[in-house]
């Protein structure tokens, strides 16, 4: 096919249940379109039900055991080979990306590496995933832990992260030797059913990785409630994982969320100002401030006020918005239409308490924007803590500063919102980085960087609405997916009671 052809294909998929690729039982299907150009269908998939979760979960049901009983190290190969094919195709992964969920093409090539960096590096794990050998308080015993899998698995991804997220979830459960059911964002079918064939290719064995598309009130919800899904795996909205959280809890069933960011730069007044406005632009913007760590609070010393708020609207104004694969382009489209209408509805509120608009706040419909769903930088300034705005997350190129006096002032600033994911600061006082750093309340902390940018190798997640405890990513990602087993050998040849004929 020509370079113009892949780019205006439609990926036509079906449901992967074992061997086998199936349409959903009642035939319904759905489509993904270009949120750059609306007119265009990406892909057209099964819109599945309770009965085609049930045979995805039979598949992996019948494919977990000879999977758990394959050598750590063997499981580790395959996904290494995931990997490198991931790696092979890049390019394209990252082209379909860009064509079905909008960031530009250097940032979903950025998400392709993401993954291609998650199985390289849990691949590893095949040959580290240690457990522990403990002293017993006896003689002639021995204690040691091991992990186990969980059994079948439902991964349940977002759209904003299409590769990267599925990977972080998919490749560790994998590891650990559970089977997984994949429950991708109905927006970005697509790029899921590329990132499922490389691992088929790489010689995951059928039914180890099983897809079924659709919606999350139809199949997500069938997934979170199947009595052989031992665990569940999501990343989306705090409204959704709370939902999640009360059905596997009545069904005391493993459940680990990732959800919502209110993610905030601090800027003190002894900042480098230029630097600053890189990290907010950046953070702010970049997958036009679709991320859940994304910079949607900007609290800003008193002294550094003027300079920083007068050089990020320049700065922003001259951001380019248009479809993500042309060259140029900073600030693609937002994902849908019905995203449009959140993000603009956010700006109304905003209005409405009183913050001053400074940039954007409208639909973009000039030219080719008209037929895509664009939304520009949005700042809104002189913004106080308890607005709707400076306390919701938008998941839009919004962001709005909010003016403090001192760093005792903008570390209470910085902390006073619900979600707890990402927060930075930039100073140039080391004693003002490390208290930061200490006192802020979130997962991840940034000195002199903004809040997007998290590398695999390290744990990923939040404190307080932004989860529920648990990590991806990091040599951490594990624990989502395995239980510890204790075991004890007594080679004493006779009955030893533990705690009572202890040698004291
Ligand atoms: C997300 O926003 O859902 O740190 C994930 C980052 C990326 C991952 C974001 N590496 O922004």
């Not at 049930?54 to 080979?81: F, K, N, S, Y």
């Not at 002293?135 to 991964?155: C, F, H, I, N, Y």
């Not at 990732?258 to 953070?283: H, S």
């Not at 930088?377 to 400076?390: E, L, Q, S």
Request: charged share 25%; with cysteine.
């Amino acid at each position: 096919m020509t370079d113009a052809a892949t780019q205006s294909a439609v990926v036509t998929g079906l449901n992967v249940v074992g061997s086998e690729r199936r349409p959903a039982q009642d035939g319904a299907t759905f489509e993904s379109r270009n949120p750059a150009r609306h007119a265009e269908v990406v892909g057209v998939f099964p819109r599945s039900q309770a009965v085609d979760v049930d045979a995805a979960t039979r598949a992996a049901v019948g494919a977990q055991p000879e999977w758990r009983r394959t050598p750590w190290p063997a499981r580790g190969e395959i996904i290494l080979r995931a990997a490198q094919i991931l790696e092979a195709r890049k390019e394209e992964l990252a082209r379909l990306m860009t064509r079905e969920m909008g960031k530009v093409l250097t940032e979903a090539r950025g998400d392709v590496q993401e993954a291609i960096d998650m199985g390289k590096f849990i691949a590893v794990e095949g040959r580290r995933a240690y457990g522990e050998t403990v002293p017993s308080e006896l003689r002639d015993k021995w204690a040691m832990t091991m992990r186990q899998p969980l059994g079948v698995v439902g991964v349940i991804t977002p759209w904003n992260f299409p590769t990267a997220i599925p990977s972080w979830k998919i490749f560790p459960a994998i590891m650990a030797g559970n089977a997984v059911v994949f429950k991708p964002a109905e927006d970005t079918p697509a790029c899921a059913l590329r990132f499922v064939e490389a691992l088929e290719e790489a010689g995951v064995p059928a039914g180890v990785v099983n897809i079924v598309f659709g919606f999350g009130e139809e199949a997500g919800e069938a997934l979170v409630r199947h009595p052989d899904v031992r665990g569940i795996s999501f990343t989306g909205s705090a409204d959704v994982g709370r939902h999640i959280a009360q059905v596997c809890g009545a069904l005391l069933k493993r459940c680990s969320l990732e959800l919502g960011g209110k993610n905030a730069i601090v800027v003190l007044d002894d900042a480098d100002v230029e630097l600053a406005v890189d990290g907010a632009l950046w953070g702010a913007f970049g997958t036009s401030g679709q991320r859940c760590t994304a910079a949607s609070r900007l609290v800003v010393q008193r002294g550094a006020l003027l300079p920083f708020t007068e050089r990020l609207r320049e700065r922003a104004a001259a951001l380019r918005l248009g479809d993500g694969l042309r060259e140029g382009v900073d600030v693609g489209p937002v994902i849908n239409e019905k995203q449009l209408q959140r993000i603009h509805g956010y700006t109304e509120v905003g209005l409405r308490e009183g913050a001053r608009l400074l940039l954007g706040g409208h639909v973009a419909r000039e030219g080719e924007l008209a037929g895509g769903w664009f939304y520009p930088p949005t700042i809104f300034a002189d913004v106080k803590p308890g607005m709707r705005i400076a306390q919701e997350e938008i998941f839009g190129p919004t962001t709005t500063i909010l003016p403090v006096e001192s760093l005792d002032d903008a570390l209470r600033v910085a902390n006073s919102t619900r979600y707890g994911l990402s927060l930075s600061v930039y100073t140039r006082d080391v004693r003002s980085a490390f208290r930061a750093v200490n006192e802020l309340e979130a997962g991840i902390v940034y000195v002199n960087a903004p809040t997007i940018g998290a590398e695999i190798q390290l744990p990923f997640g939040g404190i307080k609405d932004t989860g529920n405890g648990h990590r991806e990513a990091g040599r951490q990602a594990l624990d989502q997916f395995s239980e510890w087993k204790s075991i004890y050998i007594d080679y004493s040849g006779r009955l030893q009671r533990a705690q009572i004929d202890v040698e004291m």
